[in-house]
């Protein structure tokens, strides 16, 4: 409590104690009790804002105490992280280098043998050589007997030309390999072609093809994937190889083609490229048709006949625009096709021109080009189309060439077969 006496200092000057007095007295006292109050306010005010200067420098403490937790644990499982990483990049790179060193020797391995071979070749010419030149500045009582010697020597070394791969085209599921002679005198008795899939586990080459041709289709390769080919030759009356060439790595982006499962009166392989007529009970004469028009064209489709059965003028094998269902057989609009007896129908007409029939070993060949990209004439519309392909039919030794007009531009074609009694049995690639 403040005393009177400073309170009246606080005024300026002392009442004076008369008439007044009691008054006065009483505004005295409510201004006492006013800032009684208001100190009592202030005391309490700062009070509470001590507290809550305790408190903020309380959750000060914690927000730096939780902070430095954190700090630390993120370090420390940084840390980790950084350590584990580190682990798993250096497993990782291990791993990719000895793939890599697999399949760096994989692919020099058959070049070391193909070198080896041919140093063991160069050694053997070596030697012949020398025998050769030492035969002939022998004196006459040994020339014969060194002569013959070396002729005999000479025909067990292998001294012909040594082929070589020269294109890999790809193809539907399948690789044209190509093969070319060094030395176009070198008569080959045969040629030999081996493959095999590149890479780690890839395996050893195996034979695609022997014989006198330069060139071979291997049939049943996975698309984007890289294979292995390599040739050899002998020359006539040879019973040794030659070295093999370098190898060469080919490979096919081309889904291989397969018939449609599922259609009645036909069997198929496990690879769907070969079809079985099996039943021909019905009284309908179905049309097999390709799984997808996989056929374009630039392309050469070739159906290779395995199998024969009892031949009927409806059988066909060809190209279409549609797998339309209904058909008796592939003779029929938007269609060109080969009978089994060499009749050739175009959009379902018979052409003047016919090849050789088709029998067990046949194989029919089909290529296409476009002529033009707009719409002909009105003039031909009649003839059944405004879109013009230029067919090229083979089988046996002949073939037939024609302009086929379609309905609608089209890049790609669907083929099929149909056969009205079993035994029929056909390969497509």
């Known amino acids: 409590m403040i005393p009177m006496e400073a309170l009246q200092e606080c005024v300026g000057e002392k009442l004076p104690l008369d008439e007044r007095g009691g008054r006065m007295s009483v505004e005295v006292d409510l201004l006492l009790q006013e800032a009684k109050e208001s100190i009592e306010a202030a005391q309490n005010y700062r009070s509470e804002l001590q507290q809550r200067l305790n408190g903020l420098n309380q959750a000060r403490k914690q927000?730096?105490?939780s902070s430095g937790q954190a700090r630390e644990a993120l370090r420390r499982h940084f840390t980790e992280l950084q350590a584990a990483a580190g682990r798993l990049l250096t497993e990782r790179l291990a791993t990719l280098l000895a793939e890599v060193d697999a399949i760096e020797a994989d692919s020099v391995k058959p070049l070391d043998d193909c070198q080896s071979l041919i140093e063991h070749g160069v050694s053997q010419a070596d030697e012949l050589l020398k025998e050769g030149e030492a035969a002939l500045r022998c004196g006459l009582g040994e020339k014969e007997d060194k002569l013959g010697s070396f002729t005999k020597k000479a025909m067990h070394i292998h001294l012909d030309s040594l082929p070589e791969i020269d294109e890999l085209q790809e193809r539907p599921g399948s690789v044209l390999a190509r093969w070319c002679k060094v030395d176009e005198d070198f008569a080959a008795a045969d040629y030999r072609l081996q493959y095999r899939r590149s890479g780690s586990g890839?395996?050893?080459f195996e034979d695609a093809y022997i014989g006198r041709d330069c060139e071979f289709l291997v049939l049943h390769l996975d698309p984007h994937t890289d294979y292995q080919?390599?040739?050899?030759?002998?020359?006539?009356g040879r019973t040794e190889w030659s070295p093999w060439s370098i190898p060469q790595t080919g490979?096919?982006?081309?889904?291989?083609?397969?018939?449609?499962?599922?259609?009645?009166?036909y069997i198929l392989s496990s690879r769907k490229n070969i079809a079985l007529r099996n039943d021909s009970s019905q009284a309908r004469y179905p049309i097999l048709y390709s799984n997808a028009p996989t056929y374009f064209c630039g392309q050469t489709l070739t159906f290779k006949i395995s199998a024969a059965g009892q031949v009927d003028r409806r059988d066909s094998v060809g190209v279409c625009v549609d797998s339309r269902k209904g058909a008796e057989s592939l003779q029929r609009d938007q269609a060109v096709c080969i009978s089994t007896n060499g009749a050739v129908f175009v959009n379902g007409k018979e052409m003047t021109n016919q090849l050789p029939a088709v029998t067990v070993g046949s194989a029919v060949t089909f290529d296409m080009e476009v002529v033009n990209l707009f719409p002909v004439s009105n003039n031909n519309l009649s003839e059944g189309g405004n879109?013009?392909?230029?067919?090229?039919?083979?089988?046996?030794n002949r073939e037939v060439v024609f302009d086929w007009l379609v309905d609608q531009a089209v890049d790609c074609l669907f083929f099929g077969c149909s056969f009205v009694h079993s035994g029929w049995k056909v390969l497509v690639f």
């Open 202 to 204: 890839g395996g050893q």
């Open 63 to 65: 927000v730096r105490g």
């Open 251 to 265: 490979y096919t982006t081309l889904a291989p083609h397969e018939w449609c499962p599922g259609t009645e009166g």
């Open 229 to 236: 080919f390599r040739v050899c030759a002998r020359g006539e």
């Open 387 to 396: 879109f013009k392909l230029r067919v090229t039919i083979g089988s046996g």
